[in-house]
């Protein structure tokens, strides 16, 4: 008796046709020199590919971390492009009752968006992105804290975002009332109104004439991470 065996041959890899990255109000191609933490700690890939034998799966690899993150899919259209995607948490610390550590440092890391299918074979798109979860910092090296001041006075000091930072973007300042900013968070003390450019970013210098409280607003260069000083 003959019998017949079929089976399929898959020598094509699986196209990527698009990887972009989701923040809560905007959204990116995939590209060097994105730049991810503070308030963007957790964006979110989304990849659409497609492959004759279907796509298997879908994973995203960081430099310096041991694990993968694996996508989850979403969607798939008519044409036959598949949809995935994954949010990342880029702030997340490592798990003591898990060997597996996702903490991604910051500075500068590959990121390789890695699809397979059901063949085995796979296809693969890195860039480099800038990963900036740490604070800037800020000194006034001027005056000290409670410094009774009259007439004109020139304000000055220096900032730093450090070597793996996204750098300075503006430094502001503010004079407030002790009652305005008295008991309050640094994110309630930035939304006042009132702040004002002052002049420089990593060193920095403000003239102003008359009393009140005062405040440094530091907001980094991707508009991410903040300090407030007084």
Same mark, same amino acid.
């Given at each position: 008796e003959n019998g017949l065996l079929s089976f399929s041959l898959d020598t094509n890899n699986p196209d990527i046709d698009s990887v972009k990255i989701n923040f809560e109000s905007q959204e990116l191609d995939f590209a060097n020199n994105i730049k991810i933490g503070g308030i963007y700690a957790n964006p979110t890939f989304k990849v659409t590919a497609t492959d004759g034998n279907h796509i298997k799966s879908v994973s995203l690899v960081v430099e310096g971390v041991e694990e993968s993150y694996p996508f989850v899919k979403s969607g798939e259209e008519a044409s036959g492009e598949e949809l995935w995607e994954v949010t990342i948490d880029t702030t997340e610390t490592t798990d003591k009752t898990d060997k597996t550590d996702k903490k991604?440092?910051?500075?500068?890391?590959?990121?390789?968006?890695?699809? /397979?299918?059901? #063949?085995?074979?796979?296809? =693969?798109?890195?860039?480099?992105?800038?990963?900036? +979860?740490? &604070?800037?910092?800020?000194?006034?090296?001027?005056?000290?804290?409670?410094?009774?001041?009259?007439?004109?006075?020139?304000?000055?000091?220096?900032?730093?975002?450090?070597?793996?930072?996204?750098?300075?973007?503006?430094?502001?300042?503010?004079?407030?009332?002790?009652?305005?900013?008295?008991?309050?968070?640094?994110? /309630?003390?930035? #939304?006042?109104?009132?702040? =004002?450019?002052?002049?420089?970013?990593?060193?920095? +210098?403000? &003239?102003f004439s008359g009393d009140g409280e005062l405040g440094n607003y530091v907001k980094l260069g991707t508009n991410q991470n903040k300090d407030v000083s007084e």
């Open positions: 991604i440092e910051n500075g500068t890391k590959t990121f390789e968006i890695r699809v /397979e299918d059901m #063949a085995g074979r796979i296809t =693969t798109s890195t860039k480099t992105l800038l990963v900036d +979860n740490q &604070t800037p910092s800020i000194s006034v090296e001027s005056h000290i804290p409670n410094e009774q001041v009259t007439g004109t006075v020139r304000i000055s000091g220096t900032t730093s975002d450090g070597d793996k930072g996204s750098g300075i973007e503006s430094v502001k300042w503010l004079i407030a009332k002790k009652s305005e900013i008295e008991g309050k968070s640094s994110d /309630e003390i930035v #939304a006042l109104d009132g702040w =004002t450019d002052v002049n420089g970013k990593d060193a920095w +210098n403000y &003239t």
